[in-house]
Structure formats: structure tokens, C-alpha cells
């Protein structure tokens, strides 16, 4: 079964514009969850998507958001991107719905905003 | 709400050398206990977990135990190897706090031949 998949692996964008990044679930999983990953904040969660809704918010503004279609599929937006987005962005996908349920990561999309 | 507190590296061991990385936890209700590993360039990988108190996860040689009354969830391994080298994360999951992951800060492992 193949695994997470992101899309692209890397990206440079300047300051203000806006991105999108893509993120293909383990067939089958239903919920997708986007973390961001940074140096000097950690690992840090940003959403999570079960079909098609917005099951759960961290403490983002409203610059990052995010979609799922109902293939499982997810994409996440950033808008006005700033210099401290640049980051590791991580989407998970889990099969079920307990907390028993481990999450499956992607490798990832690089961001680096200048 | 929850947290996760790990130890910092780096830790610096020689190959076939005992591994420990601790683990403590603060969580609202009763959390799922989880290890990732993160080798470079790479994303998070399940490496064990563990869902009530006295559990025990293990894979490829990695032991940790869900200490309920100590809130620690330690990581070992008895023999490391040079593909150990990697960054090790202790995670929890609580359905009262939304099933969302909450991780530890990371700890460098550097295993030399």
C-alpha cells in the first residue's frame, strides 16, 4: 500500500505571496492532519480534515487553511506568506478515529519564504 | 492541556552502546503514548506506542513502557546501531484534547562506529 504522499517536496515563494500544498492520504484513511515542523517551535499542529470537515484547529491564524475533498485528499493554503512560515509542513493520515489510532506521516513539503 | 517533556540531545553513543531517552507527560484524560522517529530528510515514522497503563510497545529493538503513576513513557534499546542515528519523538493523544498529536521537543541521537 503505497504511503502519504506530499506535493512538492520543496518550494520557494517571497514574502506576501500565497501557496498551496498537497498531501495524498494511505487509501482508505479518512482523516488527514497537517503539522508544521520548525527549528525553534517544534512540531506544531495546525489542522485536522475526516470527511471533508474540519474536525479540529490549532493555534494558527487565519492565513493557514486547509481543505479535504472527498477522495480523502487534502491541500492546505497559506496566504500572505511571511518569513517565519518557512518551515517543514507534515500531513498525516490515520485509518480511525480513536486515539489508539496511530498517524501516518508524508515526508513532507519544505517551505522557504524569502 | 497537554504537553510532552523529553530529554535534549544530542546524545552521542558508540555502536552496541545502551539507549535511553526519557519521557514525562502531562495530559488531560487518558492519552495514547506514541514514539516517532525522524531520520534527515525525511518525515515521521511510527517507531512503537503504547494505549494504557502498563503497556509495553516495542519494534526493532525499541522498548518503552506506559508508566501510568510515574507519567513517563522512556524509551530503550540494548544495542544501537550506526542506522539509529535519527531524531527520536515522544507524542501523546487524548480524545479531550481532540485526538490532535502533542509532541516533545525531539532528541538528537548520534550513534559512531
Known amino acids: 500500500k503505497a504511503g502519504v504522499t506530499q506535493t512538492p517536496r520543496y518550494l520557494i515563494k517571497t514574502r506576501g505571496q500565497q501557496v498551496t500544498l498537497s498531501c495524498s492520504p494511505i487509501s482508505g484513511h479518512r482523516s488527514v492532519s497537517w503539522y508544521q515542523q520548525t527549528p525553534g517551535q517544534g512540531l506544531q499542529f495546525l489542522f485536522e480534515y475526516f470527511s471533508e470537515t474540519q474536525r479540529n484547529k490549532g493555534n494558527f491564524p487565519g492565513r493557514f487553511s486547509g481543505r479535504q475533498f472527498s477522495n480523502s485528499r487534502s491541500e492546505m493554503n497559506v496566504s500572505t506568506l511571511e518569513l517565519g512560515d518557512s518551515a517543514l509542513y507534515l500531513c498525516a493520515s490515520m485509518d480511525g478515529q480513536g486515539t489508539n489510532s496511530p498517524l501516518h506521516f508524508g515526508n513532507g513539503t519544505r517551505l522557504t519564504v524569502t | 492541556g497537554n504537553s510532552v517533556t523529553q530529554m535534549e540531545g544530542p546524545v552521542t553513543l558508540s555502536e552496541e552502546a545502551f539507549l535511553t531517552i526519557n519521557c514525562t507527560y502531562t495530559a488531560t484524560g487518558y492519552p495514547s503514548l506514541f514514539w516517532y522517529v525522524q531520520y534527515p530528510g525525511e518525515g515521521l515514522q511510527l517507531l512503537l506506542k503504547?494505549?494504557?497503563?502498563?503497556d509495553k510497545g516495542s519494534n526493532k529493538g525499541f522498548e518503552a513502557t506506559y508508566r501510568k503513576e510515574t507519567t513517563s513513557f522512556h524509551l530503550e534499546k540494548g544495542s544501537v546501531q550506526v542506522s539509529d542515528s535519527a531524531v527520536y519523538f515522544c507524542a501523546l493523544r487524548s480524545q479531550a484534547a481532540g485526538n490532535k498529536l502533542t509532541f516533545g521537543g525531539g532528541t538528537r541521537v548520534l550513534v559512531k562506529p
Open positions: 503504547a494505549t494504557k497503563a502498563d
